[in-house]
């Protein structure tokens, strides 16, 4: 499933999509409404690296990913949430062999300033004990909605390797308490929501991750053959079905934190975020529910 970022039924690769959708389904506690996990910042420390995913049959892939501060590395990242208008601050560090970055698709004036010929201002490789870096990026979150964050160092490779994570903007004036009309994506009334849910999907070529697993082991530099690449897993937050059902923070997934389960009442109204933060397509079908889009690319749609 791909596409690149909508909220709400659709993704994209630079920021994401939004649907509001009247789904079917149970929510254990009427009273209780879902909120996405992640991190608040605006301020946020975040360290590439390395880790090993565990897939629905009982494999184990080696991974890069972003963790958050001094825990373990997460597929996908941490999701950033922060309020509009915000100075966003984001320290990386790096303990992986290869240099790293972060790109901030949809943010502008992202600081430090890439130089020319490259896209974002790299942290040195580095190890457990030596850390490369921090380099500190700033920004300010002018637009409410969901994007994406990615390594801007070889992001054909590096976002392969799992170096990518959601951030999320709430608009001026949020009110997180249920039915709150204040309770909303965007400064419209057409993005009020009951419950939200992140839908985060990526795909992998194992073989790329054997390969660079190999190399670092060896300590050999990285080179892979991207023009092979050749997806045999695909991911919704992380996780492989049906993995996607099981708890938030399963002790036996400890690198991939976040679920991916829909569990409402009838009639109830859900905004669906959801990042194609990979290369391929992922249609995203509702079974008998019905959604419309109402932003695309972290853009509301008038």
């Known amino acids: 499933m791909n596409e690149r970022n909508h909220n709400v039924l659709k993704w994209g690769r630079a ?17 209780l409404v879902h909120e996405i996990d992640g991190i608040t910042g605006p301020a946020f420390e975040l360290t590439a690296r390395a880790g090993h995913l565990s897939t629905a049959e009982g494999n184990s892939v080696y991974f890069w990913g972003y963790a958050h501060g001094a825990g373990r ?26 240099p790293v970055s972060i790109l901030f698709p949809g943010q502008a004036g992202v600081t430090p300033a890439a130089p020319a010929g490259a896209l974002a201002v790299e942290v040195p490789a580095g190890t457990s004990t030596t850390p490369g870096g921090p380099v500190v990026y700033t920004f300010t979150a002018t637009e409410p909605g969901t994007y994406l964050y990615e390594s801007g160092t070889k992001p054909d490779l590096q976002t392969e390797m799992g170096l990518v994570g959601a951030l999320v903007v709430r608009p001026t ?10 309770r909303r994506a965007y ?38 053959d991207l023009t092979k690449r050749f997806p045999v897993y695909w991911f919704i937050n992380g996780r492989t079905g049906p993995d996607t059902v099981l708890p938030v923070n399963a002790p036996w997934l400890p690198h991939q934190p976040y679920d991916a389960l829909v ?17 391929d397509a992922h249609p995203f079908h509702h079974h008998g529910n019905h959604a419309k889009v109402i932003a695309r690319d972290g853009r509301f749609l008038s």
């Open 263 to 279: 569990k409402i009442h009838a009639t109830d109204k859900v905004l669906m975020r959801v990042i194609g933060a990979g290369r």
């Open 73 to 98: 590395a997460q597929y996908p990242g941490p999701t950033l949430i922060v309020n509009q208008g915000a100075t966003v601050t984001v320290t990386l560090r790096n303990e992986l062999p290869v």
């Open 173 to 182: 004036g949020f009110d997180p308490t249920p039915d709150s009309p204040n």
């Open 187 to 224: 400064a419209h009334a057409d993005s009020v929501y009951e419950h939200e849910f992140l839908f985060l999907l990526t795909e992998v070529d194992e073989s790329i991750h054997d390969q660079v697993e190999a190399q670092v082991r060896a300590g050999l530099p990285v080179q892979v």
């Open 15 to 31: 920021a994401g999509a939004i649907l509001l959708a009247a789904l079917t389904g149970t929510l254990q506690a009427a009273h």
